[in-house]
């Protein structure tokens, strides 16, 4: 069985590529990503370790109803993990951003997630430099620091495989 647990919300699906790709090197010990709005809270708290991917939208907004989305997403499971214990639960975030469409909220809809699941007891791993992308304000960081992989497919797409090998090598001690 999987001991890994990748779940993403998206709008256009390219955090959808983005987790499948992920799920691919991580191979056997990742079970396949599932969306956010096709999971339970169950389902989800029974991997003790998840990979959770989101895109930012708009002002700096998680996928789901209130951002303009078709389906439900990261906005409305957030309120599912509000007073859930994740203690034990190892976590790492990624997130897909446009640094030059949106300087002012590059990746900025991690930090939800991520005061979430600290909130909630997780032991968030995979912080990411900042150096080699340029944007103007991310609410993603923490100590200088992203919360997680940061990928612009839309700008630096020809970086992202080796960004996603570069940080799942960091992560390994953590997660396997």
């Not at 169950?42 to 939208?57: E, H, K, M, Q, W």
């Not at 979430?116 to 993603?140: D, H, I, M, R």
Request: charged content about 20%.
């Amino acid at each position: 069985m999987a001991t890994i647990g990748i779940f993403f919300g998206t709008d256009t699906g390219k955090t959808r590529k983005i987790a499948k790709l992920i799920q691919q090197k991580l191979g056997e010990a990742a079970a396949s990503p599932v969306n956010i709005n096709r999971t339970d809270l169950a389902t989800f708290l029974s991997y003790p370790v998840l990979v959770l991917g989101t895109p930012t939208l708009g002002d700096g907004q998680l996928p789901g109803l209130e951002a303009g989305c078709e389906s439900e997403s990261w906005g409305e499971f957030m309120a599912q993990l509000a007073g859930t214990s994740l203690s034990g639960k190892t976590v790492a975030l990624f997130g897909l951003g446009d640094q030059v469409g949106y300087p002012d909220n590059f990746v900025s809809g991690m930090r939800p997630l991520y005061d979430t699941l600290k909130n909630c007891g997780a032991q968030v791993v995979g912080l990411w430099p900042k150096e080699g992308y340029t944007f103007n304000a991310s609410q993603a960081l923490e100590a200088d620091k992203f919360v997680g992989l940061v990928i612009d497919q839309d700008n630096q797409y020809d970086l992202t495989d080796e960004r996603i090998d570069a940080w799942l090598e960091s992560l390994k001690p953590a997660i396997l």
